[in-house]
């Protein structure tokens, strides 16, 4: 009794104790004097080490703490349930910005681990499409599927529903419509499957899958549909207070509805709420939803002769890209750049940005289809 007491004199008489948080609620030890008694633990009791591990992993799990539980499960070398952790919560680490937290822990995994595992593959192949690693996404789905059978009775609805979203990421990298739509239908079959209580927690899964699937009709030309499923997704962002996920949904819904007729001010407005709704957030430098509003707002703006935001914007989105991001966005960036120096008078550098368009065009799928706006601005300039 009276641990708080005790902590918070421990760390106000600098005894190797330091607090984590404003409201000193969490401690741990000055990491010297940490890493000094777990020398003396590997010294005097090795075989404890693992053991610790694994109540801590369990700790962390049992509290919400998922990341910290997989370290802890991984850390023991409990590589099976450091993947069962791991596979139950990356989907919502990607959808909270956390790409790079899911990325250090695969790579912590051993390299073989995989082979064995088609929870684990499955994520493998959802890394590596944020990582532009395309073959190795396909290898990963095509492991994931012909080890299905493995996967425990309890965990294969969701293991399905896992692959279904995979296929409809990797189609929305490429703007590959038909595909999309076909994952989108094993999505929306997967998730009639889940039990009913499970249902509330797919909702951030359900705003994924309906971005992704209007991002590709907007591409392919599908306007209306776009328009259609990019609305619910934000609705349902908004509802379910997803802010990260509401970015996406409002950049590309704002050149939906421009291209779905309506005026150009309404377009404007959602995509400066996006921006804007990114800076709240520090997610401007975002390679997945940021650099689309900034993308995008600078892509607008250039028709409005606001060159040097314009500019501002794209130097955003190229630096978000520069980390990771899709091929869609960078076309995006590229054809900004052309309309923005033809703009500007500088038709070299135009047709230099049209000419790395057409360099990117074979990376996607024969439906999409490119603003002919551009297409005009590039018979100009030439």
Do not use: C
């Amino acid at each position: 009794s009276g641990s708080e007491r005790i902590l918070h004199g421990l760390e106000e008489a600098n005894a190797f104790v330091t607090s984590l948080d404003p409201a000193r609620s969490w401690f741990r030890y000055h990491r010297l004097f940490a890493d000094l008694l777990r020398l003396e633990l590997r010294r005097t009791d090795p075989a404890s080490i693992n053991p610790m591990h694994r109540k801590a992993a369990a700790w962390y799990a049992g509290h919400g703490h998922q990341v910290e539980a997989i370290r802890h499960a991984q850390a023991a070398e409990d590589w099976r349930h450091a993947s069962r952790l791991l596979t139950d919560s990356y989907i919502s680490l990607f959808l909270d910005g956390r790409r790079a937290t899911v990325s250090g822990l695969l790579a912590d995994f051993p390299p073989e681990a995989a082979t064995t595992d088609p929870e684990l593959a499955i994520a493998l192949a959802g890394a590596g499409l944020f990582d532009r690693r395309p073959e190795e996404v396909t290898s990963y789905i095509d492991l994931a599927e012909r080890e299905a059978g493995t996967v425990p009775d309890e965990r294969r609805s969701l293991f399905q529903l896992r692959v279904a979203y995979t296929k409809l990421w990797q189609a929305g990298r490429r703007g590959d419509l038909s595909e999309a739509r076909e994952a989108m239908r094993a999505v929306e079959e997967a998730v009639a499957a889940q039990a009913a209580d499970r249902l509330p927690q797919l909702a951030e899964h359900q705003v994924a899958a309906l971005t992704t699937v209007g991002v590709v009709e907007l591409w392919t030309g599908e306007v209306a549909d776009a328009v259609r499923h990019l609305e619910e997704a934000r609705e349902l962002a908004r509802r379910i207070e997803r802010p990260y996920q509401e970015i996406g949904a409002l950049a590309h819904l704002g050149v939906a509805v421009r291209m779905n007729g309506e005026t150009f001010a309404n377009g404007l407005r959602l995509l400066e709420q996006a921006v804007a709704l990114a800076e709240a957030h520090g997610w401007a430098d975002d390679p997945i939803e940021g650099a689309p509003a900034l993308a995008f707002l600078g892509s607008e703006v250039v028709w409005l002769g606001r060159f040097e935001e314009a500019e501002l914007r794209l130097e955003g989105a190229e630096r978000a890209l520069a980390k990771e991001g899709a091929h869609l966005t960078e076309l995006v960036v590229r054809y900004a750049w052309g309309m923005l120096r033809f703009g500007q008078g500088r038709l070299e550098d135009a047709l230099a940005a049209f000419r790395q368009t057409e360099r990117m065009m074979p990376l996607l799928s024969e439906d999409v289809i490119i603003d002919p706006r551009g297409r005009i601005v590039q018979v100009w300039a030439r």
